[in-house]
């Protein structure tokens, strides 16, 4: 077989970790699914068991699956995708068409008349999509096909078929979180599409009342449930890491480049810096000379005060002397 196509989805945790690959064979396109761990094996035998679960619920056709060799082979579906048509009518920004698409997109989503239900607590449901007493009663679906995005579904002759449904729940899932989850995936790929028509008019526009922050809460519960199992982290954290310091002589020889630039940046910089280093230590030098003389001459000052302290005291005493020895000799005549 000829590879066309293949896609990882890495980013899960060991069970979900599957790759998906479309291939040639003698001229016809094949579509397969395959477990990367030995853990995601039952998932992918889980995935013929949906085909069977959407025929009973769903008008829209089922690409069909066969299990061989540990893996899951689909038809390669010719025709356009539902997203094809959302593009066209955003380009053209033609908003009845987009309302007419979001009607059409909505119907395959909820499926059969017999699919509908009043979604009551349950475990299986809240495993997957967290908290959800918040739609007790409200509008629900038996079987939900997480899997409908616009991506998924293909028109061959105006009808639908799906062609990826790895995530199906055959346990009661609100229908404003399937809803909520299908046409947003879209505005996620195709934000462009928000300015022609907003996605709170989208969910205006086919009904779905529920609070949007709430309804991302599920999406997020579901995302939480496929990538970590609370225990280990999906198997794209250490593909990260491993591809983390990978890079082609290309990329090192530009970061040599980059890194020698850098490098003669940092030493003019660097003997800038030890330019003023040395210009500072001079002046400190010269200002500890200019200290020390200082101390020199203030001793000086010191010795020569008490110098002169002395020569004056020794002035002063001699004439004294001198002053009572005229003295005395005056008195010594008079006697």
Not at 9 to 15: F, Q, V
Not at 32 to 60: P, Q, T, V, W
Not at 129 to 151: H, R, T, V
Not at 152 to 177: G, H, L, Q, S, T
Request: charged share 30%; with cysteine.
């Amino acid at each position: 077989m000829k590879l066309r196509y293949v896609k990882f989805s890495d980013e899960r945790r060991k069970e979900f970790c599957i790759k998906t690959v479309i291939a040639e064979d003698n001229g016809k396109l094949k579509v397969y699914k395959k477990a990367i761990f030995e853990e995601g094996e039952k998932h992918i035998r889980s995935i013929a068991d949906n085909a069977a679960i959407l025929r009973k619920y769903y008008d829209a056709d089922v690409c069909n699956v066969v299990l061989d060799n540990g893996a899951a082979y689909f038809d390669y579906i010719e025709g356009e995708s539902m997203e094809k048509r959302y593009i066209a009518a955003m380009k053209n920004k033609d908003i009845g068409e987009i309302k007419r698409l979001l009607v059409i997109h909505k119907d395959i989503i909820l499926g059969k008349k017999e699919n509908e239900t009043v979604f009551l607590h349950n475990a299986k449901t809240e495993e997957v999509f967290g908290d959800c007493s918040m739609f007790e009663g409200m509008p629900a679906l038996k079987c939900c096909n997480y899997d409908a995005i616009a991506g998924n579904i293909i028109f061959v002759d105006d009808k639908p078929v799906f062609i990826d449904y790895e995530w199906v729940f055959d346990c009661p899932v609100p229908a404003d979180a399937a809803l909520y989850h299908c046409i947003h995936n879209f505005y996620e790929h195709y934000p462009e599409m928000e300015e022609v028509f907003p996605f709170g008019s989208a969910m205006d526009h086919i009904g779905v009342k529920s609070d949007r922050e709430i309804l991302n809460k599920t999406y997020l519960s579901f995302f939480d449930h496929v990538t970590s199992d609370g225990v280990t982290e999906g198997f794209a954290l250490m593909k990260a890491i491993c591809l983390k310091n990978t890079k082609t002589l290309k990329q090192l020889n530009y970061e040599n480049i980059v890194n020698m630039c850098e490098c003669d940046r940092l030493q003019g910089v660097i003997s800038d810096i030890n330019g003023k280093l040395i210009e500072k230590m001079n002046i400190e030098m010269q200002f500890e000379a200019l200290k020390q003389c200082n101390d020199e001459l203030e001793q000086k000052i010191l010795e020569y005060e008490e110098d002169l302290q002395k020569n004056i005291c020794y002035v002063i005493a001699k004439k004294t002397y001198r002053k009572l020895k005229s003295i005395g000799r005056v008195i010594c005549k008079r006697g």
